[in-house]
């Protein structure tokens, strides 16, 4: 590809053109060794952002610039960037596949001996999410979103049904509800990823994390296990038999129209990420402050061989450093990484938003919060995980990721079984 | 005004003679006339069936408009807690606050520089291209239409890729000029198949008779070829300007700095990882329709009297 | 004359396109470097792969379906608003206004609309109003059309209407002398009269609605994907999302190929290439 572009620019005089890039406003900036940043829109993200802004202040020899983009573009944006050796110094990634490839084709410097005191100072189940093969290469850079389970008490209430703590109470609440005409659980089955985070909990509470580490790694035939089959079934079962509310096809979260059934009272529960909770006490106050929503930890499954400690969710965001960004931009980034990544006042800005950052040395803060009681919860969630499994689309090779959503999708029509789906995932 | 009015009122259905045209034709161009004799509709009793059509349409085309306007006035917690279909009964104007803080004017500025520079250059190139197409009797010519008409089929996503390793190669990445250029030549096709087909309607004697006059080319084309095509450049002025100002794909690709940011882009700032901000995005939509509906509601009697002359051929 | 055009063209749309064909031969995931690998692409998406057919299908679909939506309302619109009522032209206004409105709006809106539990179908009083607008692999296609048709009758109706009134007062008067009834003109003298416009808005439409797909991916998000995921949205997913632009450009080329197919044969059918042969000879 290169070679075409390259005569096309021959035979046009680029000059020229090149001249009139200059006022076209914006442009890389001119020769000065600034190190950049991409960061995401909306969340959490505008305390980065302010983050980077005081760093600035603070450092004029250092500065680093920082570009705000929307989710989806992001990702095919980076790619597009690393691939064409013109990735922001920083790279930020959700780990796993991706973070798998960038390394593989050495396009992110190793960083074990830059990350200061921040290895001791973060979760391990988090920080294991940054290393490949041993050696660290990105390092978390903002909250922990673990997936919890989220209810709404007055709708147990009203069919006096307790909170579920086994799968086999969960089977016995979707009975009762069923026959008092409420649905057990909200489901953006339309969006399809949230029924991920129910694949990635059945698994894991069936089989443990091997199940599914078996495939992250590639082996052959992967797909085919027992757990995985177990959840994609249980789903299954689940959508025809009431125990999803019955739209979850066409509900989606984008607008948050799960979050809405649990909080307006037509499903009793729902299994979404950490992130749920500040959407609740933004969009429906009356809700948050009613007393009744509450959260607690995926179910337990009696005979299962996994450790009921484990979670599921986004580990957090990932810093990367580009092994195409010169020296000094390099120097700048592995300076803030060790110097000012989870610095007092940007933990106490993530705090205050009701965001978790992953790290051990911060109870006290915690439990002088608003949201205490949910950071609470989340902080103890991941620190005592036995093993914190990275959502799957992300785990997987970026390629997979699009097939596996596909599949999923028609797992939760009825549009094919459990095996179909294996095979159609192990043929990839 | 120059319309086209009388040659196009004698078509007959074989209209495709037209290169034998009534130049006489052209003697009572009067909008007036036409508009006088237009004054009854076909047929004398009201037509029910079409009325009834006729609101039946606008209904369906103001629902969705309705939602996005009483949408921009709520706030989201509003937005979850009351039927949404219905007006809210607190508005409120902070939706349109936080877009307008946000930037609004300047991505609003971005997206009206990359639009009018992109259609100018387009409806200049075009015209020139369809007045050398149209009037060229070498092979060369027709070749050169047939591989335009390729390029309607072009899907744009398609060459995305490439076109951003070109636009790298230029060095003009995440500038306007990344926007303008490929959107200039995405639209010269179409533009052209237009316009070409309008300037093959203008009587040959009129050519002949500027040429006999000593007209240059230049002048053929600024004298003649541009009042009598009029009509035909408000079309794809009109068409092309409105695919350029909500177009996605290109700023998504092309450009990443908030310096150089059009609409488009800018609504999706109102949504992050896990969900959007439902009345901002409406709100912003809101905003950058206005200009357009503004210009459109001034523009209209000019732009159905320049479409007139343009497709009835 | 033909130069600026030209140059624009050869670079910032040929040029790339060759270079669409050229991935074609290649595997590449974007991170890495790409590799020739031959007709491999080709023989993997046209062969081994049935979904490409699926989404052929779903194309096809979807082009017809579109067309024969946008059409008729297009034509019958542009002849309801070339009349002279005053309140016709208010209501030719309010059509116009979809197309004010980006596909992220459209897309957004109508996402709300048939939202199952708080849209439409939970406003209205009846029953018989499906709630899986967007899910159910019977009617989503059906529901694609329609908002796409929502978004590009305005233009076509806009087209029609100002070729209807080009159409002389005077045919229609000896007509009704004549004892011709409204429908009767409609089809004897507006239809055989539009000829062109039908023509040129036909081309853009089935053209238009080949390689379209944003609202299709905004509203959907390509789910169920053996109901929508018609070729430009395939081929979006597959270089976009699965980063295998080797197989995206397979079936870009297949697009460009079918629209170029499509584009030559309204061309002859428009009868522009006769008027090139005559201009030709003269």
Not at chain 3, 197 to 211: A, F
Request: net charge negative; charged share 15%; aromatic share 12%.
């Amino acid at each position: 590809m290169r070679r075409t572009t390259r005569i096309a620019a021959a035979g046009l005089g680029v000059t020229s053109l090149m001249a009139l890039s200059a006022c076209g406003g914006g442009g890389e900036g001119g020769g000065e060794a600034n190190a950049d940043a991409w960061i995401l829109t909306g969340g959490g993200w505008p305390a980065i952002q302010e983050d980077f802004d005081r760093w600035n202040e603070a450092n004029e020899d250092a500065q680093i610039d920082i570009e705000a983009i929307e989710n989806d573009s992001y990702k095919g944006q980076i790619r597009t960037a690393v691939g064409s050796g013109e990735a922001p110094t920083l790279i930020m990634s959700w780990t796993g596949g991706a973070l798998l490839e960038y390394a593989e084709e050495e396009r992110i410097v190793d960083l074990s001996d830059h990350t200061g005191e921040l290895e001791s100072r973060v979760f391990e189940s988090v920080w294991q999410n940054g290393q490949v093969d041993g050696s660290t290469y990105a390092v978390p850079l903002n909250d922990v979103q673990p997936v919890v389970m989220y209810y709404n008490q007055s709708v147990f209430d009203e069919v006096g049904v307790e909170i579920p703590e086994t799968w086999e109470d969960v089977e016995a609440a979707i009975e009762t509800f069923n026959e008092n005409d409420v649905a057990p659980f909200s489901l953006a089955g339309g969006s399809v990823w949230p029924a991920l985070m129910w694949l990635q909990y059945l698994t894991d509470r069936h089989g443990g994390e091997e199940a599914f580490q078996a495939v992250v790694e590639g082996e052959e035939g992967a797909w085919d296990n027992e757990s995985i089959l177990f959840a994609l079934e249980t789903m299954q079962d689940l959508g025809e038999n009431g125990g999803f509310i019955d739209t979850y096809n066409s509900v989606t979260a984008d607008q948050n129209e799960d979050a809405q059934l649990l909080a307006d009272g037509q499903a009793a529960m729902l299994l979404q990420g950490s992130w749920v909770y500040s959407t609740i006490n933004q969009d429906f106050p009356e809700f948050a402050e009613s007393g009744d929503f509450g959260f607690t930890s995926f179910p337990t499954l009696e005979d299962g061989a996994g450790d009921p400690s484990n979670i599921v969710g986004n580990p957090a965001n990932f810093w990367s450093v580009s092994a195409d960004a010169s020296e000094e931009e390099q120097q700048i980034a592995f300076d803030y990484i060790s110097e000012n990544l989870y610095n007092e006042e940007t933990v106490t800005s993530m705090l205050e938003a009701g965001s978790l950052p992953p790290l051990s040395d911060i109870e006290d803060q915690i439990a002088e919060t608003e949201d205490s009681d949910f950071l609470q919860f989340s902080s103890e969630l991941v620190g005592e995980a036995n093993h914190f499994q990275l959502s799957w689309d992300q785990a997987v090779a970026p390629e997979v990721a699009q097939p596996l959503t596909d599949n999923l999708s028609q797992i939760l029509r009825g549009d094919i079984t459990p095996e179909q789906f294996v095979e159609a995932m192990n043929s990839l | 005004m120059m319309t086209h009015t009388a040659s196009t009122q004698s078509a007959t259905p074989d209209a495709g003679k037209a290169l034998t045209p009534e130049v006489p034709g052209f003697e009572h161009r009067d909008v007036k006339q036409n508009k006088v004799r237009r004054t009854g509709a076909p047929g004398e009793k009201p037509n029910l069936l079409g009325g009834l059509g006729g609101w039946l349409w606008l209904a369906v085309i103001i629902l969705p408009i309705y939602y996005i306007l009483i949408t921009s006035f709520r706030t989201s917690e509003d937005l979850r807690s009351s039927n949404q279909l219905l007006p809210t009964t607190n508005p409120t104007l902070a939706p349109f606050i936080k877009v307008i803080q946000n930037d609004f004017f300047h991505y609003f500025t971005n997206s009206l520089i990359v639009t009018l520079s992109t259609v100018a250059v387009v409806l200049a190139v075009s015209v020139m291209a369809a007045y050398y197409i149209a009037r060229s009797t070498t092979l060369g010519g027709r070749r050169l239409f047939q591989v335009i008409l390729l390029g309607i089929a072009i899907p744009v996503q398609a060459t995305i890729i490439p076109v951003y390793y070109l636009i790298q190669q230029l060095g003009l990445y995440d500038t306007l000029w990344a926007l303008i250029l490929p959107q200039i030549a995405f639209a010269i096709p179409l533009s052209v198949l237009i316009i070409v087909n309008f300037v093959r309607d203008i009587p040959m004697e009129l050519f002949e008779s500027m040429k006999v006059d000593g007209a240059g080319e230049w002048k053929i084309l600024t004298a003649l070829v541009l009042p009598m095509a009029k009509p035909a450049l408000m079309t794809v002025g009109i068409y092309q300007a409105l695919q350029v100002w909500n177009g996605f794909l290109f700023p998504l690709v092309l450009t990443q700095s908030s310096d150089v940011r059009v609409l488009p882009l800018s609504l999706w700032e109102y949504s992050g990882q896990f969900g959007i901000d439902v009345p901002a995005t409406l709100a912003a939509v809101v905003l950058s329709a206005l200009p357009l509906l503004v210009v459109y509601m001034l523009a209209r009697r000019h732009i159905v009297a320049g479409l007139t002359a343009g497709f009835g051929k | 004359m033909a130069l600026p055009a030209v140059l624009f063209f050869g670079i910032f749309a040929l040029i790339p396109l060759i270079g669409v064909v050229v991935i074609s031969f290649m595997e590449w995931n974007v991170l890495g470097s790409p590799t020739w690998v031959g007709l491999s692409n080709w023989q993997a998406v046209l062969f081994d792969r049935p979904f490409t057919w699926t989404a052929l299908g779903l194309t096809i679909t979807f082009v017809i379906g579109s067309y024969l939506f946008q059409a008729p309302v297009a034509l019958l619109l542009g002849v309801f608003m070339a009349g002279q009522q005053r309140y016709r032209a208010l209501l030719a206004v309010l059509y116009f206004l979809p197309l004010l409105f980006s596909s992220v709006a459209v897309g957004l809106t109508f996402q709300s609309l048939f939202s199952p539990n708080y849209g439409l179908s939970a406003a209205l009083p009846f029953e018989w109003l499906p709630n899986d607008w967007l899910s159910n692999s019977d009617l989503v296609m059906w529901v694609m059309i329609f908002v796409v048709g929502w978004c590009f009758v305005p233009f076509h109706g806009l087209l029609y209407q100002a070729g209807v009134r080009q159409i002389p007062q005077s045919m229609y008067e000896a007509a009704t002398i004549d004892g011709a009834g409204r429908v009767r003109q409609f089809f004897s003298i507006t239809i055989p009269q539009l000829r062109y416009t039908i023509i040129t808005s036909s081309t853009l439409m089935l053209v238009g609605s080949l390689t379209y797909f944003d609202l299709i991916f905004v509203l959907t998000g390509g789910q169920p994907a053996d109901a929508v995921r018609i070729l430009p949205l395939d081929m979006y997913v597959t270089g976009f999302s699965s980063y295998n632009l080797g197989y995206a450009s397979v079936i870009a080329v297949i697009l460009v190929a079918i629209g170029l197919t499509l584009s030559l044969a309204l061309n002859i059918i428009s009868g522009s290439s006769k008027m090139e042969s005559d201009k030709a000879g003269a």
